[in-house]
Every structure is written in structure tokens, then in C-alpha cells.
Antibody, heavy 116, light 108 residues
Framework: QVQLQESGPGLVKPSETLSLSCTLSGASITTSYWSWIRQSPGKGLEWIGYNSYSGTTNYNPSLKSRVTISIDTSKNQFSLNLTSVTAADTAMYYC??????????WGQGTLVTVSS | EIVLTQSPGTLSMSPGERATLSCRASQRISNNYLAWYQQKTGQAPRLLIYGASSRATGIPDRFSGSGSGTDFTLTIDRLEPEDFAVYYCQQYDRSLLTFGRGTKVEIK
């Protein structure tokens, strides 16, 4: 059974970088595509981007200038970096597996608040 | 970017009834790359349907998806108590993925 678990700080200061990790079990990070999605009351569910072991990346154009998703095969995990955060980046952040066109396995989510 | 509009915003139903949820796209979705998710309070979304009409693993057959082009429907036959939740549609087009704003199915 594929399981994903997000981890990282729950509070980030404005203008700083939000960094989260997603640890994978039950599957190898070298297969499939791996994605981050966030959810806030204001914007609903918003796809952030995805990456793959082969290095194929794709980001939401609205966030592209601030986002990096990277993969660490030694830890079987992938991570999200979002720079220059503002209050608008406050959301529940989910990691998920992308299967071609949809997301079949999700982590439980981690709440990130941007505040000084 | 394809915008997905879900209707109604809220659906008040009784257990045992049939629920019909709509998802309309601002442009044609090629290859019917449309998925549906269920989200309960405090939980992550769960994949129900992909490719407009294929049920995900372990999803009961009372859930069905249909449609093509710009108009898609999720039908839940014989609502069970555990089906009361928020449902989202999601599309894939030219390597971009977007979600609708959701339909809440509540107990009447």
C-alpha cells in the first residue's frame, strides 16, 4: 500500500522560504510522478507542480517563479520549496502521486501558516 | 487554463436517494481527462473516478462518472451515510491540472 507523509514547519515568516518534505512508503520514488497540492478557503484546491525521477518537472504557471520540487532517491522522498511567501500562501499542503492525469494517493496534509 | 465550474454548490439529500453532481469545463477536455474526488472533513481528497468514467480501486459501484467534451457528471446511487462529503472534479490539459470549487453533499 502506497503511503505518503508530509513534514515540515507549521509556521513560516513572510518573505521567507516554505520547505516541506514528503516521505514515501510502499513504492519507490523512482517510479511515477510526484506532486504538491495545496488547499485554502480562498482558492480551494490548487495544484502546485510535479517532478519525476527522470527530471521531468512541471509547475503551475501562477507559482512557477517561486517553486522548486526536488527528489531525493536516497531517502525515498520529495520536497517542496516555495520562496518569498506571503499570507496568501497559508494553506493545507498535500503531497500526492500523479498517475498520468490524476492523483491516486495523497498524504494526510500539513497546515502551513505564514505569519510574523 | 481550463476553468471547471461545479454545480450546485450544495446538494441537500436524504440517505438512499440518488445524487447528481455537475462539472462544466470552460473548454473541451481532450481524451476525457476528468477525475472526481471525495473529501471528508479533516481528510485528504480521495480519488473516486478518473478518465471521466473509470472507478478507482476499491470505490463502490454506486459511484459512477459520465460525460465528455465540456460536460461531466458524477452520480451517486443510493446515498450511504458515509457519502455525505465535498466532491471535486479535476482536469488535465497540456500538462496543467486544475480543480473545480466543489459540491457539498449534505444531509437534508
Amino acid at each position: 500500500q502506497v503511503q505518503l507523509q508530509e513534514s515540515g514547519p507549521g509556521l513560516v515568516k513572510p518573505s521567507e522560504t516554505l520547505s516541506l518534505s514528503c516521505t514515501l512508503s510502499g513504492a519507490s520514488i523512482t517510479t511515477s510522478y510526484w506532486s504538491w497540492i495545496r488547499q485554502s478557503p480562498g482558492k480551494g484546491l490548487e495544484w502546485i507542480g510535479y517532478n519525476s525521477y527522470s527530471g521531468t518537472t512541471n509547475y503551475n504557471p501562477s507559482l512557477k517563479s517561486r517553486v522548486t520540487i526536488s527528489i531525493d532517491t536516497s531517502k525515498n522522498q520529495f520536497s517542496l520549496n516555495l520562496t518569498s511567501v506571503t499570507a496568501a500562501d497559508t494553506a493545507m499542503y498535500y503531497c500526492a502521486r500523479v498517475v498520468l492525469t490524476h492523483f491516486d494517493y495523497w498524504g494526510q496534509g500539513t497546515l502551513v501558516t505564514v505569519s510574523s | 487554463e481550463i476553468v471547471l465550474t461545479q454545480s450546485p454548490g450544495t446538494l441537500s439529500m436524504s440517505p438512499g436517494e440518488r445524487a447528481t453532481l455537475s462539472c462544466r469545463a470552460s473548454q473541451r477536455i481532450s481524451n476525457n481527462y476528468l477525475a472526481w474526488y471525495q473529501q471528508k472533513t479533516g481528510q485528504a481528497p480521495r480519488l473516486l473516478i478518473y478518465g471521466a468514467s473509470s472507478r478507482a480501486t476499491g470505490i463502490p459501484d454506486r459511484f459512477s462518472g459520465s460525460g465528455s467534451g465540456t460536460d461531466f457528471t458524477l452520480t451517486i446511487d443510493r446515498l450511504e451515510p458515509e457519502d455525505f462529503a465535498v466532491y471535486y472534479c479535476q482536469q488535465y490539459d497540456r500538462s496543467l491540472l486544475t480543480f473545480g470549487r466543489g459540491t457539498k453533499v449534505e444531509i437534508k
